[in-house]
């Protein structure tokens, strides 16, 4: 599962996964949805 969730992350951002630590305000509100799946 955490594998999807680097993958869909790094692909929202369109960045590496370095990236992830500070999403934007669009970004994070995607990435809170990924973390509730969990």
């Known amino acids: ?3 999807i969730r680097f993958q869909a992350a790094s692909f929202h ?3 590496r ?3 992830i630590g500070r999403p934007t ?3 994070r509100r995607d990435l809170d949805e990924f973390m ?3």
């Open 1 to 3: 599962l955490e594998r």
């Open 13 to 15: 951002t369109g960045k």
């Open 17 to 19: 996964q370095s990236k």
């Open 25 to 27: 305000k669009k970004e």
């Open 36 to 38: 509730d799946e969990e």
